[in-house]
């Protein structure tokens, strides 16, 4: 069984300080690596996408990828309320063509 | 450009009703994909569309039907609904390069089976 597995939540930040997000996977052949977020009652929106070790960088969101030890994170600097939401870790397993196995995901709460 | 989009966005359905859930991309995507969300269960893939003219199986498959009626719509079929259908269903697209595959999704349709 091939798995993304991701704490639940909720995680409480306070506002201004960063959010540390971790996301494990079964695969170690694994190749690409997404993280949505996803507001209540919305749907889920890409924020970064890795494919290779080490970090990547966009605005406040750090992506950090570790195939070794098969795990991929995601820091948001700066924290603001706005980042208040549910943040899904996707993986496109090997041999799964181009499928995307989503973690249940991580429940964000900002606190001003 | 609107994207995915997804009709109807709310149904409530008795169960052993059929109801088709409908789903056209403007992205000119290859590939299309149809989830469900149950909370705490992340997103499962029920069927996809590597291209026009294929369907695949997902994770969740039994109970439900799909077309790919053609490079921009593809819709998803219930043929007599159950109360563990209740969910949300999400459908989404990507250009399907290989390995990368970023995916977009439609704002979602909640489906109520009583």
């Known amino acids: 069984q091939k798995e993304v597995e991701q704490n639940s939540g909720p995680l409480s930040v306070p506002e201004g300080a960063i959010a540390s997000l971790n996301c494990t996977y079964s695969d170690r052949g694994s190749q690409s690596f997404f993280w949505y977020r996803q507001y209540s009652g919305k749907s889920p929106e890409l924020i970064m996408f890795?494919?290779?070790?080490g970090d990547k960088e966009d605005g406040r969101f750090t992506a950090q990828l570790n195939k070794a030890s098969q795990y991929v994170s995601l820091l948001i600097r700066d924290s603001q309320p706005s980042d208040s939401a549910t943040y899904l870790c996707a993986v496109i397993f090997r041999a799964a063509g181009n499928k995307l196995t989503f973690g249940g995901g991580t429940r964000v709460l900002v606190k001003p | 450009n609107a994207g995915v989009t997804q009709t109807p966005k709310f149904q409530v359905l008795k169960t052993g009703q059929s109801m088709t859930l409908q789903c056209a991309q403007d992205m000119n995507h290859n590939s299309m994909y149809w989830y469900r969300q149950d909370p705490g269960m992340g997103l499962r893939l029920i069927y996809y569309?590597?291209?026009?003219?294929?369907?695949d199986k997902g994770e969740v498959p039994n109970g439900y039907n799909v077309s790919r009626l053609n490079k921009r719509e593809f819709s998803l079929r219930l043929e007599s609904a159950a109360p563990s259908q209740t969910s949300v269903y999400f459908c989404a697209s990507s250009e399907n390069s290989r390995g990368k595959n970023i995916q977009y999704f439609g704002a979602g349709t909640r489906l109520s089976v009583l």
């Open positions: 890795i494919y290779s070790n």
């Open positions: 569309s590597a291209s026009e003219g294929t369907t």
